[in-house]
C-alpha cells in the first residue's frame, strides 16, 4: 500500500511563496511519474504540475507556468511544489498523487484517472 503525505500549505500573501511536499511510502517512487492538483471549494479538481519518474521530464498547468516549479529527492521519496508570485486565486487544498507509469506528456499528464494514489491534501490559501 502506498501514502502520501503532504506538508507546507499555510496562509501566505498575495506576492508570497510556498513550498509543498509530499512524501511518499513504497520502494517504487521512482518508477512512477507524480503529479499535484489542486481542488477550491465549489470547483473542480484541476491539475497544476507533474513530474517523470525520474525527474528529468516535467509538465505545468497553464497558471502554474513560470511561478512554479515540481521537483523530486528520490533519496527522499519526496516531490516538491515550489509555489512563487502566489494569487489568492491559487487558494486551493493542494493533493499530490501517483502517475500509473514512469512517463507522461501532454494532456496525459492532466488526466487524473490515470493517478492511482493520493494523499489526503494541504490547504494553501492567499490572501490578498
Known amino acids: 500500500q502506498v501514502q502520501l503525505v503532504e506538508s507546507g500549505g499555510g496562509l501566505v500573501q498575495a506576492g508570497g511563496s510556498l513550498r509543498l511536499s509530499c512524501a511518499a511510502s513504497g520502494r517504487t517512487f521512482g518508477s512512477h511519474a507524480m503529479g499535484w492538483f489542486r481542488q477550491a471549494p465549489g470547483k473542480e479538481r484541476e491539475f497544476v504540475a507533474a513530474i517523470s519518474g525520474g525527474g528529468g521530464t516535467s509538465y505545468y498547468a497553464d497558471s502554474a507556468k513560470g511561478r512554479f516549479a515540481i521537483s523530486r529527492d528520490s533519496a527522499k521519496n519526496t516531490v516538491y511544489l515550489q509555489m512563487s508570485s502566489l494569487k489568492p486565486e491559487d487558494t486551493a487544498s493542494y493533493y499530490c498523487?501517483?502517475?500509473?507509469?514512469?512517463?507522461?506528456?501532454?494532456?496525459?499528464?492532466?488526466?487524473?484517472?490515470?493517478?492511482?494514489?493520493w494523499g489526503q491534501g494541504t490547504q494553501v490559501t492567499v490572501s490578498s
Open positions: 498523487a501517483r502517475r500509473r507509469g514512469v512517463y507522461c506528456s501532454g494532456y496525459g499528464c492532466a488526466d487524473g484517472s490515470m493517478y492511482d494514489y
